[in-house]
T-cell receptor
């Protein structure tokens, strides 16, 4: 149980275009989803917290107009990287928590974004 | 602001050696503590967690961790590592509020030689 998927697993896009990444909880309802960014050989950096039906809460330094997050249902959150630039190339990981309040996060496999 | 520090960035051990990975956090309030593992090519998985109670917690695959409040530490241990333990290990902390936000340490790469 508690499986989280991400799509796509790998995407290449041209500079200036937008890319949408999906995060789905497959067998549970996720009231809260988190989006992280991971640079090579580095840790996960929390970008934003997404609650179903409400606006995402962004961490300091993360541009909300550049990284659009939508959490339209209890099983789906999307991250759209708008007007992507090469410096946005990274590994994006989502996680989800259940309504049970244990604060355990279940992580997706990640999406590698390469902007050329 | 909360922060998490993992002292060992890259650890190389032979099979059957004992393992201890250090983790210290800075936060004045009550925290929840986690260790996650990321095997090559796989997603993050929870090894163990501490919320309250017995400060010595046991997780999967023979791992355990001890919460020492006075030292703000939550070190991960395993008495005898296996080649299959080769992975990236992350310590993480969240405050005891209801946000569930995790702050991760830098990660430790463990390489176990057969």
């Amino acid at each position: 149980g508690a499986v989280v998927s991400q799509h796509p697993s790998w995407v290449i896009c041209k500079s200036g275009t937008s890319v949408k990444i999906e995060c789905r909880s497959l067998d549970f309802q996720a009231t809260t989803m988190f989006w992280y960014r991971q640079f090579p050989k580095q840790s996960l950096m929390l970008m934003a917290t997404s609650n179903e039906g409400s606006k995402a809460t962004y961490e300091q330094g993360v541009e909300k107009d550049k990284f659009l997050i939508n959490h339209a249902s209890l099983t789906l959150s999307t991250l759209t990287v708008t007007s992507a630039h090469p410096e946005d190339s990274s590994f994006y990981i989502c996680s989800a928590t259940t309504p049970l309040g244990t604060y355990e996060q279940y992580f997706g496999p990640g999406t590698r974004l390469t902007v050329t | 602001a909360q922060s998490v520090s993992q002292h060992n960035h890259h650890v190389i051990l032979s099979e059957a050696a004992s393992l201890e990975l250090g983790c210290n956090y800075s936060y004045g309030g009550t925290v929840n503590l986690f260790w996650y593992v990321q095997y090559p090519g796989q997603h993050l998985q929870l090894l163990l967690k501490y919320f309250s109670g017995d400060p010595l917690v046991k997780g999967i695959k023979g791992f355990e961790a001890e919460f020492i409040k006075s030292k703000f530490s939550f070190n991960l241990r395993k008495p005898s590592v296996q080649w299959s333990d080769t992975a990236e290990y992350f310590c993480a902390v969240s405050d005891s509020g209801n946000t569930g936000k995790l702050i991760f340490g830098q990660g430790t790469t463990l390489q176990v030689k057969p």
